[in-house]
C-alpha cells in the first residue's frame, strides 16, 4: 500500500512567518494530494488540493507544490496567523481510489 | 443529505458491551471511510469500502471490529466487547470516485466513544 511520511511533526513559527510542511509518498501512481486542517475538536476539513497535471496551486495565503519526480509534496501557509493553529495532514490517492494520510503536524502560531 | 451524518455523536458504555456507530455519507458517494483518532493523535485508517468492491480490512485491529455497508449508502462499525483502549473519536468520511472530483474527502463530525 501507500506509504505517507509528513515532517515535520509538530511546528512553532511567529506570527506574520511562514510555515512549510513536507510529505513525500511510495506509489508514483498516486494522482491526487490533499491537505487537511483539523481544529482543536473539529472535523479535518479540506483546506487545499493539487491533482498530478499541475506543480503548484495557491489560494490566498496558502499554497501546494507537488514534485512528481521526487515524489514530494509540501502545503505552504505565509503571513501566519492565530487561527492558523490546528493539525495539518497530508494525504495521497492512488489508483484504487484509496486515501492515505501522513501522520499529522501540529502548527501554533505564536502571537 | 448535505454531508456526512454520524450517531450517535457521543456514546459511553460498560467495557464488555457491544456499541454500533451509524455513518450516512453524502448521496452519490461510492467511496467511505472509517478512522479512528485518539486524543492528540492521527487518523488511523480501519475500513475502506469502494462500490461494490470488497472492502479494505486491513486496518481494523482487531476481531472485535467489524463493518458493513448496506446498498452502497450506509454504514455501520461494530465493536464487540468493548475495551478501555476502544476510547476514541470514530470518524467516518466519504467522497466520489470519479466525475474529476475523486478523492476529496469529506467527514462527519465523529462518534465520541468512551469505555468505562
Redesign the interface.
Known amino acids: 500500500g501507500e506509504n505517507v511520511e509528513q515532517h515535520p511533526s509538530t511546528l512553532s513559527v511567529q506570527e506574520g512567518d511562514s510555515a512549510v510542511i513536507k510529505c513525500t509518498y511510495s506509489d508514483s501512481a498516486s494522482n491526487y494530494f490533499p491537505w487537511y486542517k483539523q481544529e482543536l475538536g473539529k472535523r479535518p476539513q479540506l483546506i487545499i488540493d493539487i491533482r498530478s497535471n499541475v506543480g503548484e496551486k495557491k489560494d490566498q495565503r496558502i499554497a501546494v507544490t507537488l514534485n512528481k519526480t521526487a515524489k514530494h509534496f509540501s502545503l505552504h501557509i505565509t503571513e501566519t496567523q492565530p487561527e492558523d493553529s490546528a493539525v495539518y495532514f497530508c494525504a495521497v490517492l492512488t489508483n484504487d481510489y484509496k486515501l492515505s494520510f501522513g501522520a499529522g503536524t501540529t502548527v501554533t502560531v505564536r502571537a | 443529505g448535505a454531508g456526512v451524518s454520524q450517531s450517535p455523536s457521543n456514546k459511553v458504555t460498560e467495557k464488555g458491551k457491544d456499541v454500533e456507530l451509524r455513518c450516512d455519507p453524502i448521496s452519490g458517494h461510492t ?1 467511505l ?1 472509517w478512522y479512528r483518532q485518539s486524543l492528540g493523535q ?2 488511523e ?1 480501519l475500513i ?1 469500502f ?1 462500490g461494490n468492491s470488497a472492502p ?1 480490512k ?1 486496518g481494523l485491529p482487531s476481531d472485535r471490529f467489524s463493518a458493513e455497508r448496506t446498498g452502497g449508502s450506509v454504514s455501520t462499525l461494530t465493536i464487540q466487547r468493548t475495551q478501555q483502549e476502544d476510547s476514541a473519536v470514530y ?1 467516518c468520511a466519504s ?1 466520489w ?1 470519479s466525475g474529476g472530483a ?9 462518534s465520541r466513544l468512551t469505555v468505562l
Open positions: 467511496a471511510y492521527g487518523l485508517f475502506y469502494q479494505d486491513s470518524l467522497s470516485t475523486e478523492g476529496e474527502l469529506f467527514f462527519g463530525e465523529g
